[in-house]
């Protein structure tokens, strides 16, 4: 199980990759979209599936498994922001209009913010729900845990029990989990090249993160309309980083979800869904 429901699945190149697109929403020609990017260890049905049955239908929406993850193929490639800009860069020229909005989770967060930062003429708003390249860490871990024998350590098949732990961990409430994903999330803990994608992406972000001032620069690139969302609970990305999103979009929108861990969308997807569509309302067709 990757994808359920709204979604039509087909297959792209984007930078040399093959990637898993999936549609879902509004198929006319002019109709305004909007692009979801999943986080670490996530792929586009576990992080979206609860959401795009509640976003509005006239919109087209398109989400991708990102390099590394899913039923996306897993390069061996140096993951870091610069590839994925032009991941997306190259899946925004074969599935989007010129202008779209973007919303992203955790790692994809960081994603949508840093893409948005350098190509702010494409994105009309900006939606990011308890994203990672906020939250300070310190430097001498950020080295560490960005290390080559930290990428290798990932490279070890963990635990089933550590597998469900972790998804656990993601929610206010355990019982929000989908079963259908947990099933999915073991079996790809069993394939070795998504291992290695994972250590190396989970190296890229820490990486990316040991400066957050020259990263936030980059993210302030965009002033458009933009929408940060935090679970008050997360145990991943502490709700505290919120503030050093609003320093970088002073003139965002915050909203914190009290009954909500790493993973707003599951504990929250209604709430979530109607946050959203009324953010994403005033954007014009085309």
């Known amino acids: 199980m990757t994808t359920k429901g709204a979604w039509r699945a087909d297959r792209i190149t984007a930078a040399g990759v ?47 498994d ?78 560490v845990l960005g290390s080559g024998f930290v990428r290798r350590l990932f490279s070890l098949e963990p635990r089933p029990d550590f597998v469900l732990r972790t998804l656990r961990q993601s929610v206010y409430d355990p019982q929000h989990l989908d079963p259908d994903v947990i099933a999915q999330a073991q079996v790809y803990a069993g394939d070795p090249e998504l291992r290695r ?38 145990r991943f990305i502490p709700v505290k980083a919120l503030a050093n999103a609003q320093r970088v979009y002073p003139h965002a929108e915050l909203r914190i979800f009290d009954r909500s861990g790493h993973v707003v969308m599951d504990d929250e997807p209604e709430e979530l869904a109607r946050e959203m569509n009324a953010f994403l309302a005033p954007v014009p067709a085309g």
């Open 18 to 64: 093959d990637i898993a697109r999936f549609t879902a929403g509004s198929t006319e020609p002019g109709a305004p979209a909007l692009l979801l990017l999943h986080g670490l260890g996530h792929w586009t049905g576990a992080a979206w599936n609860r959401i795009v049955p509640l976003l509005d239908p006239a919109w087209r929406i398109v989400g991708i």
């Open 66 to 143: 990102l390099p590394g993850f899913g039923e996306s193929a897993r390069p061996d490639v140096r993951y870091d922001l610069p590839f994925f800009r032009s991941v997306i860069a190259e899946v925004a020229r074969q599935s989007l209009p010129e202008r779209f909005a973007i919303a992203g989770h955790s790692l994809g967060g960081m994603i949508a913010a840093d893409f948005a930062g350098a190509f702010p003429a494409a994105i009309d708003h900006l939606i990011l729900i308890g994203p990672a390249g906020f939250a300070s860490v310190n430097g001498f871990v950020v080295r």
């Open 197 to 234: 994608a994972f250590g190396g992406i989970y190296g890229g972000a820490m990486q990316s993160m040991r400066s957050l001032p020259m990263l936030h620069a980059t993210f302030a690139g965009y002033r458009g309309p933009t929408l940060v969302i935090w679970g008050q609970h997360d």
